[in-house]
């Protein structure tokens, strides 16, 4: 069954049952409501009687009284001392016979009578011959079970028509339900089969739960087209990268296998071609796999860290490894909850895309503030256009393919910087001037409470 068709009969199904355990309530209130009056009016009356009673001294006149008292549709019976019949005198024919009277803790009694029910209540009196008798009197309630019958006509006719609306709202609740799921369905069906990615149509004013979803779903679309695109051109740019080095290697060893035995010299320039690009080939995949492990959340540990340690450690490597000078500035000792190891993998980054493009020193400045840490690095290289800038992130970009070439670059760095940045919940800023150099500044934000 179809939500929607779930949601209509479900609905009205509780309503309807609403409805009758309303209807069942209001019967049967208005049917002991209504005993009670009865029984209120017909004592009323009976105590009339009694004090008429009081006041004969005939039982002649008595039973006049009687006659006048007698309710409609009713009997009044006089029982001795002895549980004798004195008098009874009727309005309605068959009620001469002996009614059950209440029991003590009782006000009255109902017994079945023919097709009616019978009202009875006993109190005592005086006759006028001095003797204290009980005094029966019996009333038939005809018009209450008229009254109930019209009640029950009345409560189905209001049951009926009431269930009119209830189906009309519940067949419309279930449209507005279901018709923003329907669309959302409509669109992965759409986007399965044409292998695109289909959006909905979403009030731009909507602020309840249906259009949120609607929305949700929107820009779960535009997200996963866009690293689907990424993805794609990663995979484009990979193979391109691969490509190369690939032919190189295959290109010199089919010479190897024509001429490398008669010329020495060739074979050496082969295999130095061939160790290059398999080097560069290797780094790339490298590089490759860090970006997809940099980009899985749980790899990042948080924890309280000298970040002044982790800059010296970084720099001592490039020194140690390339023979540059790396000046650093700042406080000497700089606590922040971060990611040490991915952190330091930053700056070793960095620190390495610096000397490749500059020959002089490198700079790092290191400036603490109440709500972040900013940390400085800076090259006196060639610097970078300005066109370039705002795609130095992107995947195997790279400003100058030969410069690229001739440093071993695969236009990876930045972007596994970049990720690193993600991950520790920093940002990168690139300033560079062509000419002068190039700042790359990581913007560490402090935890709340850290000093």
Known sequence: MKLKNKIH?????MMLILLILSNLGIYFTFDRTQHKTEYSQLLGSAKELTVALSKMTDEEEAEIILRAYVPPNGALRVVGEDG????????????????PTPKRDEDYTLVPYDGFEALSIVI???WPTGEVVQLEVT???????????????VMVGITLFAMIPIIISSITLGRIVTQPIEKLIQAMTDSRRSGTFQQIAVPEQGKDELAQMGQTFNELMIQLEQNYRKQEKFVSDASHELKTPLTVIDSYARLLERRGMDKPELTE???????????????MIEQML?????????????????VRVLIDDAARMITSAYGRAVHIKGPVQLALSTDGTHLKQLLIILLDNARKYSER???????????????????????IPAKDIPFLFDRFYRVDEDRSRKTGGTGLGLAIANEIAIGLGTKLEIESEEGKGTAVTIWLIKAEGSQ
């Open 9 to 13: 009969s479900l609905s009205t199904l």
């Open 139 to 153: 009333q038939v309630l005809t018009d209450l079970k008229a009254n109930l019958r019209l009640l029950k006509v």
């Open 124 to 126: 005592p009196t005086i």
């Open 84 to 99: 004798k019949d004195v008098l009874t005198v009727q309005s309605m024919e068959g009620l001469d016979q002996k009614f």
């Open 361 to 383: 020193e490198i700079d790092v400045e290191m400036e603490e503030r109440k709500e972040y840490v900013r940390i400085c690095i800076r090259d006196y290289g060639k610097g």
């Open 290 to 306: 860090d970006l997809a492990r940099n980009n899985e959340p749980a790899s990042y540990v948080f924890e309280e860290t000298d």
């Open 269 to 283: 320039e082969a295999l130095t071609a061939i160790r290059g690009e398999t080097k560069r080939m290797k780094e």
